[in-house]
């Protein structure tokens, strides 16, 4: 495994609502973040192009990603990709933050059991909302992200 | 006097016929002229006669041909009251009373002259009549004594008030034992049945004569042989077991829920012989019971539901909340750019930035906000449609599906020629339910089978419908896209859809007619496989059920 903060992390948000996955890209960018930013519509969407199947976009291998996971999609929900995720020997080491508008306790700590990185509750106050995907952004910034390769 | 007591009643009579019974004063007064040896020998055995009848249990009374009593000993004069002094000489009908008085002397005169006796000789219960008035039961045995130049009559007496109590104290026992309902059974220690009141017959089917002198295990399920043995092990060691809860069988096979207490039997010195049982019906508590239990499972499922639907309904609510706020925040930063562009110097104005906020970022954020606004609105209306429904009337009345279905298909008859779909209902079965909610029932399902269709193959719903015992099945099969497993259980989940960006909806449908089905005690389920197509199945009442 290489670690490397060479190439720019490539962020994925699987997001069902497309202004709440608006919000955070334009949020994003205002906190200085340049990355790409991917979006998907729903949990199968995203698990395609990890997996490489379907005729959508696929990764691409030695790319550093991390993935925004909304919990609450249709057909496959986020807890779902994540644990698809966590169980891949691969795609495990992909940092993944949950996103979610409750912050059911239980919910919680099923996603930190299956593996997830964070976990942030997405606020109806506009200014933690901001200010949550403002820290995210300097986390995102920080971190240290292994490239993936394999299949 | 050893001697005498051994005398059988015929021979003591026997020695009374030798003897000239006469009044104790005549016998207190012996004639001296008696004063013979042979008349001393004579009296002795005289006085030891009188002894032994004075010492009997039972009362002697001997009259003459009249009634006239001429003797009394000692226990009837205890039993009457009277002494031999106050009695003798007086006719022995004041010994009864009415109408037996009466009667007497004509019994004995119809004796004297037709020799047909009623009791001599045979002994029968009379009522006699105290000194005090009190009259009571008595056993009464009469003898005749021939003299030589008449004839006398002994009664032998014996007060059976207390055998008399003690039979009507039984006869009230058994009294009670047949008019309870519960049954009550004896048995001996090797579990034979010895006796058997109505409460039992009418528990366990078999007459009385069917049941005694047959094992109690014939009213033993298979599965409880071994209950009996322990229950007469504890008998054995002089225990009860109460209120013991189980099943045993009737006569015609059906089970049947019991509480049963048994209790050891013992004779007078505790000899313990056997069993009694008293046996309740307790199915209809055991029904209420299980009937209760069923209603808290519901009770808790529906509590379930509810938390479901408030979890779902505040996440949903929550998610265009967010986009309201942000976009309206994303607004404010806009009109702020622009104030701020507007009071610099006219000539720095980059037009490029102020044609993107208008022509862009503003119109994006209204879009967002005015679609979130949207969206609450349908949630709220949802929610309304779905909460009516649990209010709103039925008419439950027999509903004859196949017209019920054509208007369905007719109505929808654009939608699914549009879809290029065919739809083939076969002959159904009659049901009963409210006509305009079992319609939104079907049209619901058909419509999802014609918006959930294949790309790959031409849509097709078969509409079919059986009966079994007291309810009718319908199935709405298509061959859609199907639903995979791990979503079969949530498509009845409020709010939830299957492919949100593909079709209309709220994701209310199989809610509400979850919803319908719940309320007609019917019941909806589906069976499917993705890519193959899905089978819904709808079960509801063939006759209007009482609620």
Same mark, same amino acid.
């Given at each position: 495994?290489?670690?490397?903060?060479?190439? @720019?992390?490539?962020?994925?948000?699987? @997001? =069902? +609502?497309?202004?709440?996955?608006?919000?955070? @890209?334009?949020?994003?960018?205002?906190?200085?973040?340049?990355?790409?930013?991917?979006?998907?519509?729903?949990?199968?969407?995203?698990?395609?192009?990890?997996?490489?199947?379907?005729?959508?976009?696929?990764?691409? +291998? =030695?790319?550093?990603?991390?993935?925004?996971? +909304?919990?609450? !999609?249709?057909?496959?929900?986020?807890?779902?990709?994540?644990?698809?995720?966590?169980?891949?020997? =691969?795609?495990?080491?992909?940092?993944?933050? !949950?996103?979610?508008?409750? =912050?059911?306790?239980?919910?919680?700590?099923?996603?930190?059991?299956?593996?997830?990185?964070?976990?942030?509750?997405?606020?109806? +106050?506009? @200014?933690?909302?901001?200010?949550?995907?403002?820290?995210?952004?300097?986390?995102?910034?920080?971190?240290?992200?292994?490239?993936?390769?394999?299949? | 006097?050893?001697?005498?007591?051994?005398?059988?009643?015929?021979?003591?009579?026997?020695?009374?016929?030798?003897?000239?019974?006469?009044?104790?004063?005549?016998?207190?007064?012996?004639?001296?002229?008696?004063?013979?040896?042979?008349?001393?020998?004579?009296?002795?055995?005289?006085?030891?006669?009188?002894?032994?009848?004075?010492?009997?249990?039972?009362?002697?009374?001997?009259?003459?041909?009249?009634?006239?009593?001429?003797?009394?000993?000692?226990?009837?004069?205890?039993?009457?009251?009277? #002494?031999?002094?106050?009695?003798?000489?007086?006719?022995?009908?004041?010994?009864?009373?009415?109408?037996?008085?009466?009667? *007497?002397?004509?019994?004995?005169?119809?004796?004297?002259?037709?020799?047909?006796?009623?009791?001599?000789?045979?002994?029968?219960?009379?009522?006699?009549?105290?000194?005090?008035?009190?009259?009571?039961?008595?056993?009464?045995?009469?003898?005749?004594?021939?003299?030589?130049?008449?004839?006398?009559?002994?009664?032998?007496?014996?007060?059976?008030?207390?055998?008399?109590?003690?039979?009507?104290?039984?006869?009230?026992?058994?009294?009670?034992?047949?008019?309870?309902?519960?049954?009550?059974?004896?048995?001996?220690? #090797?579990?034979?049945?010895?006796?058997?009141?109505?409460?039992?017959?009418?528990?366990?089917?078999?007459?009385?004569?069917?049941?005694?002198?047959? &094992?109690?295990?014939?009213?033993?399920?298979?599965?409880?042989?071994?209950?009996?043995?322990?229950?007469?092990?504890?008998?054995?060691?002089?225990?009860?077991?109460?209120?013991?809860?189980?099943?045993?069988?009737?006569?015609?096979?059906?089970?049947?829920?019991?509480?049963?207490?048994?209790?050891?039997?013992?004779?007078?010195?505790?000899?313990?012989?056997?069993?009694?049982?008293?046996?309740?019906?307790?199915?209809?508590?055991?029904?209420?019971?299980?009937?209760?239990?069923?209603?808290? *499972?519901?009770?808790?499922?529906?509590?379930?539901?509810?938390?479901?639907?408030?979890?779902?309904? #505040?996440?949903?609510?929550?998610?265009?909340?967010?986009?309201?706020?942000?976009?309206?925040?994303?607004?404010?930063?806009?009109?702020?750019?622009?104030?701020?562009?507007?009071?610099?110097?006219?000539?720095?104005?980059?037009?490029?930035?102020?044609?993107?906020?208008?022509?862009?970022?503003?119109?994006?954020?209204?879009?967002?906000?005015?679609?979130?606004?949207?969206?609450?609105?349908?949630?709220?209306?949802?929610?309304?449609?779905?909460?009516?429904?649990?209010?709103?009337?039925?008419?439950?009345?027999?509903?004859?599906?196949?017209?019920?279905?054509?208007?369905?298909?007719?109505?929808?008859?654009?939608?699914?020629?549009?879809?290029?779909?065919?739809?083939?209902?076969?002959?159904?079965?009659?049901?009963?339910?409210?006509?305009?909610?079992?319609?939104?029932?079907? #049209?619901?399902?058909?419509?999802?089978?014609?918006?959930?269709?294949?790309?790959?193959? &031409?849509?097709?719903?078969?509409?079919?419908?059986?009966?079994?015992?007291?309810?009718?099945?319908?199935?709405?099969?298509?061959?859609?896209?199907?639903?995979?497993?791990?979503?079969?259980?949530?498509?009845?989940?409020?709010?939830?859809?299957?492919?949100?960006?593909?079709?209309?909806?709220?994701?209310?449908?199989?809610?509400?007619?979850?919803?319908?089905?719940?309320?007609?005690?019917?019941?909806?389920?589906?069976?499917?496989?993705?890519?193959?197509?899905?089978?819904?199945?709808?079960?509801?009442?063939?006759?209007?059920?009482?609620?």
């Amino acid at each position: 495994m290489v670690m490397s903060t060479k190439g @720019e992390i490539v962020i994925l948000i699987a @997001e =069902d +609502d497309a202004g709440h996955a608006r919000l955070i @890209e334009k949020n994003l960018s205002r906190a200085g973040l340049r990355n790409t930013i991917q979006r998907f519509e729903h949990g199968q969407a995203i698990l395609d192009f990890l997996f490489r199947r379907g005729p959508g976009p696929h990764r691409v +291998d =030695d790319m550093p990603y991390l993935i925004l996971l +909304d919990i609450r !999609m249709p057909q496959v929900d986020g807890v779902e990709v994540l644990r698809q995720v966590k169980a891949d020997a =691969d795609l495990r080491r992909i940092p993944v933050i !949950m996103l979610t508008t409750t =912050d059911d306790p239980r919910e919680v700590e099923r996603c930190h059991d299956i593996g997830c990185s964070s976990y942030i509750v997405k606020p109806v +106050d506009y @200014e933690k909302f901001a200010e949550a995907i403002k820290s995210l952004g300097l986390y995102i910034s920080l971190v240290q992200v292994p490239e993936v390769s394999g299949k | 006097m050893t001697e005498y007591s051994r005398m059988s009643k015929a021979e003591l009579i026997a020695r009374l016929q030798a003897l000239e019974i006469r009044s104790p004063k005549e016998t207190a007064q012996p004639s001296p002229t008696r004063q013979t040896l042979s008349n001393t020998a004579l009296f002795d055995s005289e006085e030891r006669l009188r002894a032994i009848l004075d010492t009997a249990v039972e009362g002697i009374i001997t009259i003459d041909e009249r009634g006239i009593i001429e003797s009394m000993n000692r226990a009837a004069e205890k039993l009457f009251g009277y #002494s031999s002094e106050e009695i003798v000489g007086r006719n022995v009908s004041t010994l009864m009373p009415s109408p037996y008085r009466e009667a *007497h002397d004509g019994y004995i005169e119809k004796y004297v002259r037709t020799g047909h006796a009623k009791i001599i000789g045979i002994g029968r219960e009379v009522i006699g009549l105290r000194k005090n008035g009190e009259v009571f039961p008595m056993d009464l045995a009469v003898s005749e004594v021939r003299l030589a130049n008449r004839r006398l009559f002994t009664g032998f007496v014996r007060d059976i008030t207390e055998r008399k109590e003690a039979e009507k104290r039984l006869s009230y026992y058994a009294a009670i034992v047949e008019s309870t309902e519960d049954a009550i059974i004896s048995q001996d220690l #090797s579990g034979i049945i010895t006796s058997w009141n109505k409460g039992a017959e009418n528990l366990f089917g078999y007459m009385r004569e069917e049941a005694i002198g047959n &094992p109690f295990a014939m009213l033993l399920p298979p599965d409880r042989l071994a209950e009996e043995e322990a229950i007469l092990a504890t008998i054995r060691k002089g225990l009860s077991v109460e209120r013991f809860e189980t099943v045993r069988k009737r006569k015609d096979g059906k089970p049947i829920d019991i509480s049963v207490t048994t209790s050891p039997l013992r004779t007078p010195d505790g000899t313990i012989v056997g069993a009694s049982k008293v046996a309740r019906d307790i199915t209809d508590r055991k029904r209420a019971e299980e009937k209760l239990a069923a209603l808290a *499972h519901t009770l808790a499922e529906k509590n379930k539901e509810l938390e479901t639907i408030v979890y779902i309904a #505040s996440h949903d609510l929550r998610s265009p909340l967010v986009n309201i706020q942000g976009f309206s925040r994303e607004l404010s930063h806009a009109c702020e750019t622009l104030r701020a562009r507007l009071n610099a110097d006219v000539k720095e104005i980059d037009r490029v930035e102020l044609k993107r906020l208008l022509d862009e970022d503003i119109p994006e954020a209204l879009e967002y906000i005015q679609a979130g606004v949207t969206k609450i609105d349908s949630l709220l209306a949802g929610f309304l449609r779905y909460s009516r429904l649990g209010r709103a009337a039925m008419k439950v009345e027999k509903l004859e599906m196949n017209p019920l279905i054509d208007a369905i298909v007719q109505a929808m008859e654009f939608q699914i020629k549009h879809a290029g779909a065919k739809v083939i209902v076969s002959e159904l079965p009659a049901c009963s339910g409210d006509s305009t909610l079992i319609s939104q029932v079907f #049209s619901n399902l058909i419509e999802n089978a014609v918006k959930y269709r294949s790309p790959n193959r &031409p849509c097709e719903v078969q509409i079919s419908g059986r009966v079994e015992k007291d309810t009718a099945i319908y199935s709405v099969r298509d061959n859609g896209i199907g639903i995979a497993l791990e979503h079969q259980g949530k498509v009845f989940e409020i709010f939830h859809r299957l492919n949100p960006g593909d079709s209309e909806g709220e994701g209310l449908g199989l809610t509400i007619t979850q919803r319908i089905m719940e309320r007609h005690n019917g019941r909806i389920w589906v069976e499917s496989a993705t890519d193959k197509g899905s089978t819904f199945f709808v079960s509801l009442p063939t006759m209007p059920q009482a609620k």
